[in-house]
């Protein structure tokens, strides 16, 4: 089972040559070739959404109860439906009113959401929860008040669960914390595997494929999953790279269940 989460960079004229309609081939281009079962992605505004669900036959994206919004950036999973079947799921807002649109509350810049889907798998004939969400970037209570939320979320789900994102925030931050037991059931992927802490597990490289800032872009998953491989992704064309994160893949299996990323 192949998890890739990839922080899109929203729609922004003011990208100039990194603009979203000189990159949407190239995001399309590498999701085709690294064919993850469950693709999460960030910052996507509508028209990017539309532009991925037309560019890729083989998934459905999981837009529970979405209006057109052309300013909502909303986390977004892309399943695909040779290996899953959607069986429920829905959107809430990381606040204190999570039903409330864009609710947000304590020094968050802009509204969070964490979106889940619960899937089938059609080859293993096993049940699961994922997830994709993106914390803030500038509020520092807010962020970790949106960890606790979606650590609260992982608390309820009664499925095994793999939570993917851009968390906005280091692997020793207390939003990491926050979400590894013994809070949660959760193991970061990264780790796991012992993979090395520093610049060259960052994800965040503003188009110029250095990176930078930290390693931001995780995937967690509960302890019902082996985590056999683990990459970042730094795929361009020429120097010309399609969103100012790289993205971060997990080759995953069932336990008890022989390798296969299929």
């Given at each position: 089972m ?17 603009a979203?309609e000189?990159?949407?081939d190239?995001?399309?281009?590498i ?10 992605t960030?910052e996507g505004?509508?028209n990017?959404l539309?532009?991925l ?6 998934y459905?994206a ?22 899953f ?5 829905r ?5 204190t009113?999570?039903e409330?649109h ?11 959401m964490?979106?889940?889907a619960?899937?089938?798998d ?8 994922a997830?994709?969400?993106?914390l ?12 606790k939320?979606?650590a ?6 009664d499925s095994p669960?793999?939570?993917m ?7 020793d ?15 970061d992927?990264?780790q ?6 520093g610049?060259a597990?960052?994800?965040?490289h503003g188009?110029?494929?250095?990176p930078?800032v930290?390693?931001m872009?995780?995937?967690?998953v509960?302890p019902d999953f082996r ?10 064309v020429?120097?010309f ?13 069932w ?8």
């Amino acid at each position: 089972m192949r998890v890739i989460t990839f922080n899109l960079r929203f729609e922004n004229d003011r990208d100039g040559e990194n603009a979203w309609e000189n990159r949407r081939d190239q995001v399309i281009d590498i999701i085709h070739a690294y064919q993850p079962d469950i693709l999460g992605t960030q910052e996507g505004k509508w028209n990017q959404l539309m532009d991925l669900q037309e560019g890729l036959p083989d998934y459905r994206a999981h837009l529970p109860d979405r209006e057109p919004d052309p300013v909502v950036q909303s986390p977004t999973l892309f399943i695909k439906k040779s290996r899953f079947d959607i069986t429920g799921g829905r959107d809430f807002w990381l606040s204190t009113t999570p039903e409330i649109h864009m609710s947000k509350d304590w020094d968050s810049a802009f509204p969070r959401m964490l979106s889940y889907a619960h899937l089938s798998d059609k080859i293993r004939g096993k049940t699961l929860c994922a997830g994709v969400t993106h914390l803030d970037h500038k509020g520092t209570e807010a962020r970790y008040n949106q960890a606790k939320i979606v650590a609260d979320w992982v608390s309820r789900v009664d499925s095994p669960v793999v939570l993917m994102g851009d968390f906005n925030d280091s692997p020793d931050s207390g939003v990491h914390r926050v979400l590894m037991p013994p809070e949660t059931v959760l193991s970061d992927t990264w780790q796991v595997l012992k993979k090395t802490e520093g610049p060259a597990g960052f994800t965040h490289h503003g188009f110029k494929g250095v990176p930078q800032v930290a390693r931001m872009d995780w995937i967690l998953v509960s302890p019902d999953f082996r985590v056999e491989d683990a990459a970042i992704l730094h795929d361009h064309v020429e120097g010309f790279y399609p969103s100012d994160h790289f993205p971060y893949m997990a080759d995953l299996t069932w336990r008890g269940s022989t390798f296969s990323t299929s």
